[in-house]
């Protein structure tokens, strides 16, 4: 039709975004990843660590390498090992660096801290294990503003929200999702949750209230699994597959869930696709699992709503996908995305850019971004606030703070009951503690030293009787 021919190109300063892998020397070599079939992205990524699942005999495991050590991986690297069975997503906190969850078939959700530096044998006590799923548990996500908020959904159709700052359940999502869930994904300040399952429903849920504000029976006809996520302005974004089983994608207004606002079909490979979305830029990446591109696409305001961009190509099927936060790029480069792309045995950074001329830091590229504080506490959130996340400018690049301890502070059930009676101080300072008391209890002590003294001597006497007994009967 000749009305085709007026088409105008669309201006966009991300029409040009191009990848490019990393040189062969900057990629991580000799891993070992993990061969389970599921279709989570096996890959977390910081400004300091990249994380992946990885093969290991007997349990579940994933290996922390520091983001610099590139290259072959030693075989004796130390690897993050607590899980009996495998595991099937890691998530790191957005508010610390060192600190990442895991889930795995073993039923348990664990929280680790992770040093700086290179520890010398494998890590195997998590912080905390979370223990409420009856099933395997396949998807963890923490929450993006609250500190300590952290969602697991597993194989038992409940999605659970944990504080893990004390190791307490605060709410379980029970009769929502009649089958296995595929995703969840929360908005930007965490007040929303959205969820793909397997009865071929997309949920928006508003998790404090425990309802189900919105949901959209077969956003896609096809049988195989949809993904969705939050865009812009409250807006969904779902993949999935067409009746004649192409691929598909979907873009969603919560106010009018019946129809979409932008659908489009792609190709017909078999792969889910995982979609990756920066709000900075309103750039939405698919990376499907056993795919070799990247096709990435701009969410705007005017029809048709959702603009293909580009596609980078590869020659080799992507097992898994890690997906770079804004402060961990470099702005100097004008590096706008980063993946770590998982093949059978290395993990391969792929750099997004955007090309420009000039040296100076593209502020248009690079609005502020969420950085490492979050805006609530825990209890802040549970009790009705939202906050949007707090932003830092990545005008001089981002440097990641020092190695900040997670602390668990279990709640004692019997701190809840205040004691009877007049509530009486233990400080040091108490009278009640009298002198004859405190010299009573150094007794004690001095009692305990000279008892494990003659214990020790009288250990080592033994032993030194063993010796002559058995160097005199060779």
């Not at 006809?221 to 969904?236: E, L, N, S």
């Not at 305001?301 to 603009?307: G, K, L, M, R, S």
């Not at 997004?352 to 040296?359: G, L, Q």
């Not at 209890?441 to 020790?456: F, G, P, S, T």
Request: proline share 7%; net charge negative; glycine share 6%.
């Amino acid at each position: 039709p000749p009305a085709m021919s007026r088409r105008v190109v669309r201006q966009s300063k991300f029409r040009h975004v191009f990848g490019q892998p990393v040189k062969a020397d900057q990629m991580y070599e000799d891993i070992r990843v993990s061969k389970v079939t599921c279709d989570s992205s096996f890959c977390a990524v910081n400004p300091k660590f990249v994380a992946i699942i990885v093969e290991s005999g007997g349990g579940g495991a994933f290996i922390v390498l520091p983001l610099a050590k590139t290259g072959r991986v030693d075989k004796n690297h130390p690897l993050v090992t607590g899980h009996t069975a495998p595991v099937l997503d890691i998530d790191w906190c957005p508010h610390n660096d060192n600190v990442i969850a895991s889930a795995s078939e073993d039923t348990t959700v664990m929280v680790w801290q992770i040093p700086d530096y290179v520890p010398v044998r494998n890590i195997t006590e998590p912080v905390v294990t979370l223990e409420g799923h009856s099933k395997r548990v396949s998807i963890i996500s923490w929450h993006p503003t609250a500190r300590n908020v952290l969602l697991s959904a597993g194989c038992d159709n409940l999605v659970i929200l944990w504080n893990v700052g004390t190791g307490e359940m605060l709410l379980a999502l029970e009769d929502m999702h009649t089958d296995l869930i595929y995703n969840v994904g929360w908005n930007r300040n965490g007040s929303l949750l959205v969820t793909t399952c397997k009865d071929k429903k997309v949920r928006v849920i508003d998790p404090r209230k425990q309802q189900i504000i919105a949901e959209k029976t077969k956003p896609h006809d096809g049988t195989r699994p949809i993904r969705a996520i939050f865009v812009a302005d409250g807006k969904i974004f779902t993949t999935g597959f067409s009746k004649m089983s192409e691929r598909q994608l979907g873009l969603w207004d919560l106010n009018n869930f019946e129809e979409p606002i932008a659908l489009q079909e792609m190709d017909t490979s078999n792969g889910v696709l995982l979609p990756f979305y920066d709000a900075d830029s309103s750039i939405v990446y698919l990376c499907g699992k056993g795919d070799s591109s990247i096709r990435y696409f701009e969410i705007t305001d005017e029809a048709p709503y959702v603009h293909y961009l580009n596609t980078y190509s590869s020659k080799e099927p992507q097992r898994g996908m890690g997906f770079m936060p804004k402060r961990g790029l470099d702005v100097s480069k004008c590096e706008i995305a980063r993946f770590f792309k998982l093949h059978e045995r290395k993990c391969e950074p792929i750099v997004m850019t955007v090309p420009r001329k000039s040296d100076l830091f593209q502020d248009d590229l690079y609005p502020d971004t969420p950085g490492p504080e979050p805006a609530l506490e825990a209890d802040e959130w549970l009790s009705g606030k939202d906050a949007e996340p707090i932003l830092i400018s990545l005008r001089d690049g981002y440097v990641p703070i020092k190695n900040r301890e997670l602390k668990v502070v279990k709640k004692n059930i019997l701190d809840s009951k205040p004691p009877p009676g007049p509530r009486r101080s233990h400080s040091t300072c108490d009278s009640d503690f009298s002198q004859p008391a405190l010299e009573e209890v150094l007794e004690e002590i001095r009692a305990l030293k000279e008892m494990v003294q003659a214990q020790e001597k009288r250990i080592s006497d033994l032993e030194n009787k063993l010796c002559q007994f058995t160097n005199g009967t060779d």
